[in-house]
């Protein structure tokens, strides 16, 4: 099981929006995903239109009432995309942890007892470095730092990359991290300036993965899903499949193979339909119909081969379609279809159902 969390001190960088869409991403390669709400803000369950009376609090806390375990608060939200969502109550733990010995396994054990259940677990961080960030840091083998390139945006991150060191030197538990570029506009020239900055300080810590600014990321949270199931072919969408293969490359396949296979789902919508037309005296014949707004233009031409037949491939959709071939200038039906319909000019139009 790999245990990664999401964090930066930082507001507003893309943490939550990363976890969401990354767990998302990597659900739908079949991997199983636990996604643990950590922050208070309850921003990734709120973003995924959960509303659950329990929380990872009643996980954490010794004085919560309902002390429950990590099984009992899950909530599954879509095929292989489980969450454990939070609330504000979780934001007065740091006060009722403060003297308790071991407080920063606390996450660590919990994500133990489903160990067998999951392949990777993401944890959402608030935006602090107070124990529950800590307590992720922890818990994972693996920091992903969410920068949005605007002029502070590295000031914090150092001083997250030595709490991380403390972390693996102190309490004995190797971890790594990495910087991932999020809300990136290439359109501004400033953006590529931070980039460079950024590259040049942590070349070797850096996702190659941009994500870049994108509505549709945005617009998936109001509507309470992930942008990889609100809008799969979104740009947003297609930078967290690209982030979610590069995370996982070295353990499997490569997830290009999911992409792959998306666009093959879009390509199967279309037919391959096959015109034909036999006139061996004929000089120029065109194509013309719904699908290209009846224009007898040079891409409309049809070829004509050795036995004096003219044909024209076209990639369609399913529906119905009118059309017509215009043969030497003169418009006329598709003699070897039966099908027609009358049209406005007091003629027929020849129809094909795809
Ligand atoms: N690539 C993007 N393109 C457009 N909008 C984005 C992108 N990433 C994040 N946002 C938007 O920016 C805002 C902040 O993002 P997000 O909530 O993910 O940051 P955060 O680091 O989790 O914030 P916090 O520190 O408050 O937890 C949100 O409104 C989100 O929808
Ligand atoms: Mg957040």
């Known amino acids: ?76 939200v879509e095929t292989n995309f489980d969450v454990a969502p939070a609330n504000i109550l979780l934001g007065t733990l740091e006060q009722e942890l403060s003297d308790e010995i071991g407080r920063e396994l606390k996450l660590t054990e919990a994500i133990e007892t489903v160990e067998k259940d999951y392949d990777y677990v993401l944890i959402d961080c608030p935006p602090n470095l107070g124990i529950l960030t800590v307590n992720a840091i922890r818990a994972a083998q693996e920091v992903i730092i969410p920068v949005e390139p605007s002029r502070f945006s590295l000031i914090g991150v150092d001083r997250l990359v030595e709490i991380i060191d403390l972390i693996s030197t102190r309490l004995n538990h190797p971890v790594k991290y990495r910087l991932l570029i999020t809300m990136f506009d290439s359109r501004l020239r400033h953006s590529f300036q931070i980039l460079n900055a950024i590259k040049e300080k942590y070349s070797a810590n850096l996702f190659k993965t941009i994500i870049h600014t994108n509505v549709k990321l945005k617009e998936a949270s109001m509507s309470g899903q992930s942008a990889v199931t609100y809008a799969k072919y979104s740009r947003g969408s297609k930078d967290y499949f690209y982030l979610a293969s590069e995370l996982m490359y070295r353990k499997e396949a490569s997830i290009d193979n999911l ?17 034909s037309l036999h006139d061996p005296n004929a000089q120029d014949v065109y194509l013309v119909g719904d699908f290209n707004n009846w224009k007898a233009s040079e891409e409309n031409r049809l070829t004509r081969d050795d036995n004096g037949s003219w044909i024209k491939r076209l990639a369609l959709r399913s529906g119905t379609y009118h059309y017509k071939f215009v043969v030497d200038g003169e418009w006329q039906e598709d003699p070897s279809n039966p099908n027609k319909e009358e049209n406005n000019f007091g003629g027929y139009n020849s129809l094909i159902e795809i």
């Open 259 to 275: 992409m792959r296979q998306l666009v093959r789902e879009k390509v199967k919508q279309l037919s391959e339909i096959t015109f």
């Open 1 to 76: 099981m790999s245990i990664i969390a999401i964090a930066n001190q930082k507001g507003g960088c893309g943490k939550t929006t990363t976890s969401v869409n990354l767990s998302s991403a990597i659900a739908l390669s079949s991997k199983k995903v636990l996604l643990i709400d950590l922050d208070p803000q309850s921003h990734a369950t709120l973003g995924l239109n959960i509303s659950s009376q329990n929380s990872i609090y009643n996980v954490l806390s010794n004085y919560t009432s309902e002390k429950l375990s990590l099984k009992d608060v899950i909530v599954n």
